[in-house]
């Protein structure tokens, strides 16, 4: 079983950049489905990103595509969240997740479905 350390959070003015980063150990990395997650004040968690063992395949929330990029490096055990022209609906906590899948080109989107998670980092996109 991994665990996981977000960090790259911040606050930005709306327009900005940030990229995020999920340090895992404790586990095989490239046997990890690898998700990441957003929740705003008073607001249900929601899927923003997530992508397979390998890294070839990715999947985004409609609210999200074309101005944020998941992607993993396997041999430095990292995920990452680039996020692009920023605004004011994607402040929250952003949350890495994994969950074990036995082949490539296997995607999670449901939140239920990853069994570990990272404490979160703070995301604030400021007018």
């Known amino acids: 079983q991994v665990q996981l350390v977000e960090s790259g959070g911040g606050t930005v003015h709306a327009g900005g950049s940030l990229r995020l980063s999920c340090a895992a150990s404790?586990?095989?990395?490239?046997?990890?489905?690898m998700g990441w997650f957003r929740q705003a004040p008073g607001k249900e968690r929601e899927f923003v990103a997530a992508i397979d063992r390998s890294g070839r395949s990715t999947e985004y929330a409609d609210s999200v595509k074309g101005r944020f990029t998941i992607s993993r490096d396997n041999a430095e055990n990292t995920l990452y969240l680039q996020m692009n022209s920023l605004n004011s609906g994607d402040t929250g906590v952003y949350s890495c997740?994994?969950?074990?899948?036995?082949?490539?080109?296997?995607?999670?989107?449901?939140?239920?479905?990853?069994?570990?998670w990272g404490r979160g980092t703070q995301v604030t996109v400021s007018l």
């Open positions: 404790g586990g095989i990395f490239s046997n990890y489905v």
């Open positions: 997740a994994s969950k074990y899948a036995p082949y490539t080109g296997i995607r999670y989107t449901k939140s239920e479905t990853y069994n570990t």
